[in-house]
């Protein structure tokens, strides 16, 4: 247990639709990263906050958006879903204080299967 | 930009033989951090092992250890007396120690799923 949790586990939904994916990082951690897997695309990055303020971002749609609130969860929010949003989605923390470090270790969540019908 | 490339998808070792997974990753920079990750049917990404490019040493954890070979961008990982635990995908991953943008964040091969037989 890597101390990251992710709710829900699995969600199936319909294209057009919206959800929202959340994650609590593990304590102390103030960096939160947002992957997704899927078979097309393999594992990529898509999103970092840190300290609630975004820090970086990757090959994120602008359908997708997400958001790190004051108690340091995060959310991920899919709208407008189409077949191909279907995907694994990751959260990971990182244990620096800084947010900044690569040598930071990510810690990942069991993920969130999302399926769009 | 750069690429990681695990050119087995599929590998097998019998229990208790050991196997060597490959990745060889395409960077123009200098310094940056190579991971193996390990996820198992439960689909948890696991850390496994993490090389410094700066470090000429090879890393080593218990039964993993890794062959990091800078000047052919090549980081293959070992694994000893492969256990039925060690069935998983593997995912080689590359991190910039340059931080901007989405430079320093995990960029992933497209792993290699071992299968260990009794």
């Known amino acids: 247990d890597s101390g990251v949790t992710q709710t829900p586990k699995h969600l199936i939904t319909a294209t057009g639709q919206r959800v929202t994916l959340r994650c609590s990082p593990r304590s102390g951690d103030l960096s939160v990263y947002w992957y997704q897997q899927s078979l097309d695309q393999g594992l990529q990055f898509l999103i970092q906050y840190y300290n609630g303020e975004e820090r970086a971002k990757g090959n994120i749609l602008e359908r997708f958006s997400a958001q790190q609130f004051p108690d340091l969860h995060s959310e991920l929010n899919l709208s407008s879903l189409e077949l191909g949003d279907s995907a694994l989605y990751f959260c990971a923390s990182s244990e620096g204080p800084s947010g900044t470090d690569p040598r930071e270790t990510q810690y990942f969540g069991p993920g969130t299967r999302l399926l769009v019908l | ?118």
């Open chain 2, 1 to 118: 930009a750069q690429t990681v490339t695990q050119s087995q998808p599929e590998m097998s070792v019998q229990e208790a033989e050991t196997v060597t997974l490959s990745c060889t990753y395409d960077t123009s920079e200098s310094d940056y951090y190579l991971f193996w990750y390990k996820q198992p049917p439960s689909r948890q990404m696991i850390l496994v092992i993490r090389q410094e490019a700066y470090k000429q040493q090879n890393a080593t954890e218990n039964r993993f250890s890794v062959n990091f070979q800078k000047a052919a961008k090549s980081f293959s990982l070992k694994i000893s007396d492969s256990q039925l635990g060690d069935a998983a995908m593997y995912f080689c991953a590359y991190r910039s120690a340059y931080y901007g943008g989405s430079q320093g964040n995990l960029i992933f091969g497209k792993g290699t799923k071992l299968s260990v037989k009794p």
